[in-house]
């Protein structure tokens, strides 16, 4: 019996180990260092960090994900800063105890390939308790150019185990504590990233009304499912900070960020062998490419559908609510500007229908559901439709083929994330003047305030790095009321020259003409430094301050 249970642990680590491989061939090493934020330096993942960098050691707050130091009077929030939530609160209690830099985003990847790995292995053994076809099935998760593609630049939306979970859930025939364990997956999500929120919450309700329809739920019981994992989802959302924005939720680009009808067999450059499609411009966005090798194996399943080897059908109409919500995925990512490489056909939608679509503007992603279920198809109708020995020369030579042939995507970042390891960003800001204003003043602000102004990195950067606090930030979104309030204290402050003590000012060049109009030349100072141009209120009164003439050099 010892022996038994040994074997089967040590085959339950094996997708874990594939895993971990998968993550040092796609990242390396280097990211897993807390101190090398090197490789977060540009982008979006470097306002990923930054929002942790100031959430981490600003006192709790209720909801625990608000995060002012970072947009002020602009507001913030960890979810907006796409600073991972789940994470941040995790180690948030112990940053006292952190070093300085830290990051957990390294470590955010490897959970990413190793529970990618997990339930794909969880959903295999639903198609085949084969331990050697699982393996390489699991494979085909793994190299799943969608989500690699995520980790270079929106990385907590690298998720997708969450996807695979919820499938797993709404696959298996009886998941025992249900109820708790998708109440579960939805809270954790919801910590994660809004898009995968809203997959996965799809996902359930599918569950939900296809066990209800089954008769495997009552009515009176699945009421009461869904009222309860609405609340916990909500008090998700309300602690990460969902519901900080009085306005602003919606943006545009809807039929944008939208899927090619091309994007299974777009390689977007990920293939040696199959072509960059030419797309429309924001098409990147559903970039969907399935991979050589598994489109290879979809098309061995077909062949065992048209053979009659498998009942397909069978297993449509087994998951009715499921289909039409993945239908409905499908059609949410084409958008209503339907994409055929470069042609496009448009049908109208009614303005409210758009701006509702327009929370989830990047349409493209929602595809990933689908994407997740074609792999899961293509290898349960050829472990099911030929024989062991078959399907897994068939299996293992689509993940050879899969991992050779995207090597152009997956090698890609992984050059890139082997750049020598860096406990700090390059800054311009070497002049004395900043540390000297660093120990003067609490604040950073930019005028006019913007988000993701031009210099927004280097200027939260050092803020970041003297514990000050700053509105000038990229976050995902932002409320359009208290942007415009903003700008009138901008012009406000222009026009009466008296500015915050505790703030210091980094102006554009058109608002540097405004405030040299009404400057208080015996108390304020208005200089170029390093590039910027600077508003430093009261600093001719500071006896500690550095003297204008050193500052100016």
């Not at 982008?43 to 100031?54: I, K, N, Q, S």
């Not at 293939?271 to 490419?289: Q, T």
Request: glycine share 10%.
């Amino acid at each position: 019996m010892m022996k038994v249970s040994g074997k089967r642990v040590a085959i339950a680590l094996l997708p874990l180990l594939m895993g971990v491989l998968a993550f040092f061939a796609a990242n390396g090493p280097l990211i897993l260092d807390p101190q090398n934020i090197g490789w977060l330096g540009g982008g979006d993942p470097a306002t990923h960090y930054l929002g942790w960098v100031f959430f981490r050691d600003a006192p709790w707050s209720f909801p625990l994900g608000l995060n002012p130091s970072y947009g002020l009077e602009l507001g913030s929030a960890v979810i907006f800063s796409d600073s991972n939530p789940l994470l941040a609160f995790v180690f948030k209690p112990f940053s006292a105890w952190l070093p300085h830099p830290f990051q957990y985003f390294g470590i955010w990847l490897l959970m990413c390939f190793v529970l990618q790995a997990w339930f794909a292995w969880k959903l295999l053994g639903l198609a085949t308790p084969n331990a050697v076809l699982r393996l390489l099935g699991v494979g085909l998760f793994l190299f799943s150019p969608p989500m690699i593609l995520r980790m270079g630049g929106h990385l907590s939306l690298a998720g997708h185990f969450l996807i695979l979970a919820g499938l797993y859930l709404a696959l298996h025939p009886g998941v025992q504590k249900r109820r708790l364990a998708w109440g579960s997956l939805l809270a954790v999500t919801a910590l994660v990233h809004s898009y995968l929120l809203a997959m996965v919450a799809l996902i359930w309700l599918a569950d939900l009304a296809g066990r209800t329809l089954k008769q495997q739920m009552t009515r009176r019981t699945a009421l009461i499912e869904l009222l309860v994992l609405l609340v916990v989802v909500s008090l998700s959302c309300w602690q990460a900070g969902y519901f900080s924005l009085r306005d602003g939720v919606v943006a545009g680009g809807f039929g944008l960020y939208r899927m090619n009808l091309l994007a299974l067999v777009d390689s977007g450059g990920w293939s040696l062998l199959l072509p960059d499609l030419r797309e429309g411009v924001g098409d990147y966005e559903g970039f969907n490419f399935l991979g050589t090798g598994t489109l290879l194996l979809v098309i061995c399943a077909v062949l065992v559908l048209l053979r009659g080897k498998v009942d397909g059908g069978a297993l449509v109409r087994r998951l009715p609510a499921l289909m039409v919500v993945l239908a409905g995925l499908t059609v949410f990512a084409l958008s209503n500007e339907i994409g055929i490489g470069l042609f496009n056909i448009h049908y109208p939608l009614p303005k409210f229908i758009v701006n509702l679509a327009n929370v989830f503007r990047a349409s493209g992603r929602m595809f990933w559901p689908v994407f997740y279920i074609i792999v899961f198809a293509a290898i349960f109708l050829v472990v099911r439709g030929t024989r062991p020995g078959v399907a897994g020369c068939l299996l293992a030579a689509a993940l050879l083929i899969q991992v050779v042939d995207t090597r152009n995507g997956w090698m890609g970042l992984h050059q890139a994330r082997m750049v020598p390891p860096a406990s700090a960003w390059p800054t311009t800001l070497n002049d004395p003047f900043w540390a000297s204003a660093a120990s003067h003043y609490t604040k950073v602000r930019s005028l006019p305030a913007l988000n993701q102004s031009a210099n927004w990195q280097v200027i939260a950067d050092y803020a970041g790095n003297h514990g000050m606090k700053t509105d000038t930030a990229y976050l995902g979104r932002m409320s359009p009321t208290a942007l415009q309030q903003a700008q009138r204290v901008t012009q406000r402050l222009l026009e009466t020259g008296k500015y915050d003590q505790d703030s210091l000012y980094i102006l554009d060049d058109s608002t540097g003409l405004e405030a040299a109009k009404t400057l208080n030349g015996a108390t304020d100072v208005l200089v170029r430094i390093d590039g910027l141009l600077v508003l430093a209120p009261g600093w001719k009164q500071c006896a500690q301050c550095l003297p204008l003439q050193e500052a100016e050099q």
